[in-house]
């Protein structure tokens, strides 16, 4: 299995603050994606990367950047959190076999107070 | 763009019981890849079948196989012989197979529960 993890696992953030999340992956995969999981929704997709500092937006982009420095790496910025941000945020890479779909991270909860 | 649907928030069975999930999806793609997710409590996202749209046998994986009809564009997972184990969040996932960046599309989730 590719080696991926999320940090922090669990944060409680105050309105109005910048929280960062980290992705890393040890296999140096191409294909990098943030998705936030809220009841009812399912998964929706934040933002992805296609290489370093090559990213795009998806559906759920507002209130959100990233970066991607380093193939290992991708950073999910919240610049000025709030309430409606509290979700269970998940990074995915997708490994060299994409017929496969995706491997994912255990997942960030996010309390925005 | 694609959508997908799961019309089914929660489902409940006894243990040993089959049980099947339905999921339907909007697409004009004529390739693609369907998945099924299942999320335990321990939030963790894990890969319990997928389905290529090109082959026309519907994928088995153990207690777990599929019920593909591409012209109704339904994707349904009967699990069979349930066991505790299986209680979870079930996700239906569509990925158009693509050049580049690959996107999955996912379903709002259905939530089954395995009684014994």
């Known amino acids: 299995d590719a080696g991926i993890t999320q940090s922090p696992r669990h944060k409680v953030t105050e309105t109005g603050t910048p929280v960062t999340l980290r992705c890393h992956q040890t296999?140096?995969?191409?294909?990098m994606y943030w998705y936030r999981q809220d009841p009812g929704h399912g998964l929706r997709l934040i933002h992805y990367?296609?290489?370093?500092?090559?990213?795009d937006k998806g559906e759920v982009s507002d209130g959100y950047s990233v970066s991607r420095s380093k193939t290992e790496d991708f950073l999910l910025t919240l610049e000025s959190a709030t309430s409606s941000q509290t979700s269970v945020y998940f990074c995915a890479i997708l490994p060299d076999s994409r017929n496969y779909g995706y491997t994912f991270g255990s997942g960030t909860r996010l309390t925005v107070v | 763009a694609q959508t997908v649907t799961q019309s089914q928030p929660e489902m409940s069975v006894q243990e040993a019981e089959t049980v099947t999930l339905s999921c339907t999806y909007d697409?004009?793609?004529?390739?693609?890849?369907l998945f099924w997710y299942k999320q335990p409590p321990s939030r963790q996202m894990i890969l319990v079948i997928r389905q290529e749209a090109y082959k026309q046998q519907n994928a088995t994986e153990n207690r777990f196989s599929v019920n593909f009809q591409k012209a109704a564009k339904s994707f349904s997972l009967k699990i069979s012989d349930s066991q505790l184990g299986d209680t979870a969040m079930y996700f239906c996932a569509f990925m158009k197979r693509i050049q580049g960046a690959q996107k999955l599309v996912f379903g709002q989730g259905t939530r089954l529960t395995i009684n014994p």
């Open positions: 296999e140096n995969h191409r294909y």
């Open positions: 990367s296609y290489g370093v500092k090559d990213t």
């Open positions: 697409t004009s793609e004529n390739n693609y890849y």
